[in-house]
């Protein structure tokens, strides 16, 4: 779910260590997918709660402009899950 001000999660994902919130051009199930598309995702902040956590939103980021948020694992270089954004 999102907001102008916040980007939250009403859930559980499974715990890990380094997890970060990007933002996407389009929708990826995958790490392959991520990966292809990771230059041209954003950043948003680090997950450090594995339930029904929220993170502000930077004010240069136009969620307007992405299809879809990743949650991936940087010390793994693993993804973790996706959703796809109701712009």
Known sequence: MMNANKIWLD????????YRL??????VDDG????AIKAESRQI???KTF????LDLPPAIDL????AVVIWCEAFKQFITA???EN
């Open 51 to 54: 339930e029904n956590f929220a």
């Open 22 to 27: 990007y933002p996407a051009p389009k929708f």
């Open 32 to 35: 392959a997918g991520f990966l």
């Open 45 to 47: 902040g680090t997950v």
């Open 11 to 18: 859930g559980t994902i499974s715990p890990g260590p380094n």
């Open 83 to 85: 959703a796809r954004l």
């Open 64 to 67: 307007d402009e992405y299809d």
